[in-house]
């Protein structure tokens, strides 16, 4: 039976990605999509998300809930310059109304308590993937800590325990726009699995994968709104690839092992004026009584050549999706 998945979501390009990698996978079903503010504000990640779910035409839809629009302490902080204004490089209009017959309705919960009913009703555990700020899982384990120990896994795409940021030196993007989320998710006790750039970095999609894919409406769309991300890989890293952050993290979902992993203590920076939001995760070599104990599963090693087979086949090839999905999208 498909493991029922939780996702918890900015989009933001590679989370777009990433949805249409979690619904062509038939070992997960997405029963909950919730927005949050990050890459762009919360009312723009929402739509992004019906519109995204219009396109995939999923059966059965699964609920779509509003999320936070502000981190906990600090004001909002987007990536507008990366994503594009609606977040989806600027070609969002090209897919379908997220208001019309094709997109799912809007749930009226807030994403919190959509959330916490999914876990309670599950038929068993399910999997929480959060791919951006970590406000509304913040919010939840404040709200109802004893009802998220019922989740099989929460797997983060976020933080940098051995590498340099993403939008400082110091701080990977999703833990620098609400660091105190982050550091209140990791002191929740949950079994974590943290997915940062330490080996999101490695898995790389080639423009010349692209180049060699079908000429089919989901490459034409994933190809639209990718191009602004090789356009900056090219500008700032010198290459003709782009890091897949939030496909890994739903890869994770049902094949955790594509990555290598240590349990280790990880804080946040919440405070700092240079580190805001870095991860720093105690490495030393010194005896386990003399640390704080392990809180989540760092992922330190990937297999990118298995994990990237498996996103062509899925999304650019769609292999694993019946002719009726093929013909919907």
């Not at 003709?240 to 890869?251: F, G, N």
Request: glycine content about 6%.
């Amino acid at each position: 039976m498909p493991k029922p998945v939780i996702i918890d979501t900015d989009p933001g390009i590679d989370d777009a990605l990433a949805l249409l990698l979690a619904f062509g996978s038939p070992e997960l079903a997405p029963v909950c999509i919730t927005s949050v503010s990050g890459n762009v504000d919360v009312d723009t990640a929402t739509d992004n998300i019906l519109r995204i779910l219009a396109h995939i035409g999923p059966d059965p839809a699964p609920t779509v809930a509003r999320g936070a629009e502000t981190p906990l302490e600090k004001a909002p902080e987007h990536a507008t310059f990366l994503h594009g204004i609606d977040g989806l490089g600027d070609a969002g209009g090209e897919l379908p109304d997220p208001r019309g017959d094709d997109a799912p309705g809007l749930s009226e919960e807030h994403a919190v308590d959509s959330i916490l009913r999914h876990i309670e009703q599950s038929p068993e555990p399910p999997v929480l993937v959060a791919l951006g700020p970590m406000t509304n899982i913040a919010l939840a384990a404040q709200k109802a800590p004893q009802t998220l120990r019922h989740l099989d896994r929460l797997i983060i795409m976020g933080g940098a325990v051995t590498v340099a940021g993403n939008i400082t030196p110091a701080a990977e993007f999703n833990f620098y726009v609400d660091p105190l989320a982050a550091q209140i998710v990791l002191d929740s006790g949950l079994p974590i699995t943290l997915t940062g750039l330490d080996v999101t970095r490695k898995a790389r999609l080639e423009l010349r994968d692209l180049d060699a894919c079908p000429d089919t409406p989901r490459t034409r769309l994933v190809q639209r709104i990718t191009s602004s991300l090789f356009t900056h890989s090219q500008e700032t890293e010198g290459t003709e690839s782009i890091p897949l952050h939030d496909p890994l993290a739903i890869a994770l979902s049902f094949r955790p092992d594509l990555c290598s992993t240590r349990e280790l203590p990880v804080q946040v920076e919440t405070r700092g004026e240079i580190c805001e939001g870095m991860s720093l995760a105690d490495r030393r070599p010194v005896l386990p009584r003399l640390k704080d104990p392990p809180n989540a599963h760092v992922c330190l090693d990937l297999a990118a050549d298995s994990f990237l087979t498996l996103f062509r086949e899925r999304v650019l090839w769609e292999q694993s999706l019946s002719s009726e999905a093929q013909t919907r999208t």
